[in-house]
């Protein structure tokens, strides 16, 4: 494992993208909830951002104990996915939105 985190340079990876999307450890993520006033947390629409961009092709996680953080992995992720999950999510919240 150490030599793939070398030879693939994993952690200057992690450090580019960390300055382009905000991440900490060995995750990124992404609270999702109802208000933003109270922080409700909101574990469906947080499921339903996971299923549609799987149906787009971009997978991520839901994490934590209502489920409504949405978790990216930053050791492999480029900016390039940032990028294409930022395209996908924009496109799917203006679908959900109605």
């Known amino acids: 494992m150490l030599d793939i985190l070398r030879e693939e340079a994993l ?5 580019r993208v960390g300055d382009y999307i905000r991440g900490v450890g ?13 922080k409700e947390p909101d ?9 549609g961009l799987r149906d787009r092709h971009v997978l991520i996680s839901a994490t934590g104990f209502h489920a409504n ?4 992995h930053p050791l492999v992720f480029t900016t390039d996915d940032a990028d294409r999950l930022l395209l996908h999510a924009e496109a799917l ?3 959900l939105a109605g």
């Open 11 to 15: 952690s200057v990876q992690a450090d």
């Open 26 to 38: 060995l995750y990124g993520g992404v609270e999702m909830v109802k208000d933003a006033a109270n």
């Open 93 to 95: 919240l203006e679908e």
């Open 43 to 51: 574990g469906a629409f947080a499921a339903g951002i996971v299923n």
């Open 69 to 72: 953080i949405l978790k990216i």
